[in-house]
């Protein structure tokens, strides 16, 4: 895990605050789910066109957007001006497909944990202006139960091995 996705820029060797540089990755998904201009205007919803937001019905963060943050995050900062297919980067040789999928399954199996639902409040407070809850409303299901077992049942070892 890069410095860029601890406190203070600060690697924490335990882990025990990875994903704790939570304004940064906020930032990256307000501007991505509510266009740039939010990040300046005291509101989390920009005028006047439909925000990504609205077009696709997010109204709060999954542990795949928080992964996507962290992994654009570093793309940013890396050499790279483009992503491949093979999802490594041309010039930095970073696995940004690897990087997503290990960041998504640390956040998926840590999503009930106190500090995960403190960070995920902070970012949803922060992209969608009003506190939010990891809960799911009545018309969508909170499947993260069902992952996370299912997980724990795979392999996940074997992602390279993909059934077609």
């Given amino acids: 895990f890069p410095p860029v996705l601890f406190p203070n820029l600060i690697e924490d060797k335990s882990l025990k605050t990875v994903f704790g540089n939570w304004a940064l990755l906020a930032q990256i998904l307000k501007a991505a789910l509510h266009g740039v201009t939010s990040l300046h205007q005291g509101s989390s919803h920009g005028g ?30 890396s050499p790279d001006t483009e992503f491949s297919g093979s999802g490594v980067g041309k010039k930095s040789n ?27 409040a902070k970012i949803n407070n922060y992209v969608f202006g009003a506190a939010q809850t990891s809960t799911i409303d009545a018309d969508h299901k909170d499947h993260t139960d069902a992952i996370n077992r299912a997980m724990a049942a795979l392999d996940v070892d074997t992602d390279d091995e993909l059934v077609d």
């Avoid at 970073?94 to 009930?112: A, C, D, G, P, Q």
């Fill in 48 to 77: 006047g066109a439909h925000t990504n937001s609205q077009k696709w019905d997010i109204g709060q963060v999954t542990p795949g957007s928080i992964a996507w943050a962290a992994v654009i995050t570093i793309f940013f900062l």
């Fill in 94 to 120: 970073i696995n940004y497909k690897e990087l997503f999928y290990n960041y998504k399954r640390v956040l998926v199996t840590k999503w009930k944990s106190k500090r995960i639902e403190e960070i995920v």
